[in-house]
């Protein structure tokens, strides 16, 4: 089982950048393929981009390619969603998300909010 716990999100003016982490619990962090989802009210939980267990593919939503970077760090057990160029459209919770087979797991979410 993995356990995963967000931190990073915060309030941005629009053309900032924020960096957000995913810890993940567990020895077997490199078997899992990661990814950031989020959710704005009203909204669908969709996918914002996804990082391969070994880091070297990777996939983002049309709404953030060029803007958003996915990274991982086995060693630390950690996930990053380096954000540039934030839009007020980019204001959500986001959420991490490990995958292994039918194993699915999420964290709490974290609040991104970027004001115009």
């Known amino acids: 089982q993995v356990q995963l716990v967000e931190s990073g999100g915060g309030l941005v003016q629009a053309g900032g950048s924020l960096r957000l982490s995913c810890a993940a619990s567990?020895?077997?962090?490199?078997?899992?393929?990661m990814g950031w989802f989020r959710q704005a009210p009203g909204k669908e939980r969709d996918i914002v981009a996804a990082i391969s267990r070994s880091g070297v593919s990777t996939y983002y939503a049309d709404s953030v390619k060029g803007r958003f970077s996915i990274s991982r760090d086995t060693g630390r057990n950690k996930v990053y969603l380096q954000m540039n160029s934030l839009k007020s459209e980019d204001t959500a919770v986001y959420y991490c998300?490990?995958?292994?087979?039918?194993?699915?797991?999420w964290g709490q979410g974290t609040q991104v909010t970027v004001s115009s």
């Open positions: 567990g020895r077997t962090f490199s078997s899992y393929a």
């Open positions: 998300n490990a995958v292994l087979g039918s194993a699915n797991y």
